[in-house]
């Protein structure tokens, strides 16, 4: 095990998974701007780092992540402009451009409170698996705020309507079993559960091509605003641009495995990596 030296957060190198704390747990693990700062400087190493394959993200202690630091990210940067302006465009990096993008799959962790803020990394996972007594909230209608930096946003990609506007509106909380079933994670487990069932999900991910992984997020995740005809257009380049970056040559191994050899199904496995 390989480990990066932080301030705010763990980062363990392990079997090809990166594992990322958020390591505040006396705060509930709340995001204060050097979280961010350490967020950027992590993820930007990580993503170009042949040892990680899949990166996973979770909270020490009893908290995923309390969302926001009120004090140290909102109270304490109130009057100081040029401060304020450096964390939120550190978390703003992390949280969704870096982390949406990078460019191996990433799994939220959740292993406890999960509120506000936190929802914005969470969502910017490709999976998020979480523990069924996981607590999660949009609890900024108690503080007298919207549901801001992305959350309004992140919500409303992976909660319907209704819901959505349930859980902001009234701030209730919910379990985690209710946020695999109104879709806001991936699934939910029994907590003495929760890391096995991740290190399964990863040593899956870990058989596939990791070219053919990385095109597949991207286009999901860009398709969703564009027209078919656009969409049509992004996923046929995307597909060219998949054959150049695949240097394992999947698909020619693939097509090769299954009509000539006979060799495998690829309905149930994945193509044998090079
Ligand atoms: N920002 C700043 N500090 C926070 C925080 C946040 N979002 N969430 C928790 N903390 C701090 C508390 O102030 C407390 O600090 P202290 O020990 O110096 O008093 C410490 O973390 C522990 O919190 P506590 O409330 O005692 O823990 P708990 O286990 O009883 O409850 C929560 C945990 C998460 C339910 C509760 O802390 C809470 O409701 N936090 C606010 C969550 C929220 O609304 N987040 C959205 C922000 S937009």
Redesign the pocket.
């Known amino acids: 095990m390989t480990e990066m030296t932080y301030k705010t957060i763990l980062v363990n190198k392990e079997n090809g998974i990166a594992w990322v704390t958020f390591n505040r747990p ?3 693990n ?1 995001i204060s701007p050097q979280v961010a700062f350490d967020m950027v400087d992590a993820l930007t190493k990580l993503d170009t780092d042949p040892d990680v394959r899949v990166l996973v993200l979770t909270g020490a202690g ?2 995923f992540s ?6 140290l990210f909102f109270r304490d940067l109130d009057d100081k402009p040029v401060e304020q302006a450096a964390a939120r465009e550190a978390v703003r990096r992390y949280e969704w451009y870096k982390l949406s993008n990078f460019s191996k799959p990433t799994i939220a962790m959740v292993n406890g ?1 999960c ?3 936190a929802f914005i990394p969470l969502v910017a996972c490709d999976f998020a698996i979480a523990a069924e007594d996981a607590t999660f ?1 949009l ?2 209608v ?2 007298g ?1 919207l549901p801001g930096g992305l959350v309004s946003k992140v919500v409303s990609m992976t909660m319907n309507y209704r819901q959505s506007l349930y859980y902001a509106m009234t701030g209730r909380p919910f379990d985690g079993k209710t946020a695999a079933d109104i879709g806001l994670v991936t699934y939910a487990v029994p907590r003495a559960r929760l890391r096995d069932e991740v290190v399964e999900l990863a040593a899956d991910l870990m058989t596939k091509s990791p070219a053919v992984l990385r095109a597949t997020k991207e286009t999901l995740k860009h398709v969703a605003l564009l027209s078919p005809d656009e969409a049509y257009e992004y996923i046929q380049a995307k597909s060219e641009q998949l054959r150049f970056r695949d240097a394992e040559n999947t698909r020619a191994r693939g097509m090769k495995g299954f009509l000539d050899e006979k060799a495998y199904k690829p309905g149930f496995t994945p193509v044998k990596r090079a």
């Open positions: 006396d705060k509930r709340a009893d908290a309390a969302g926001m630091d009120l004090k409170y509120f506000g803020g909230g609890s900024e108690n503080w705020i």
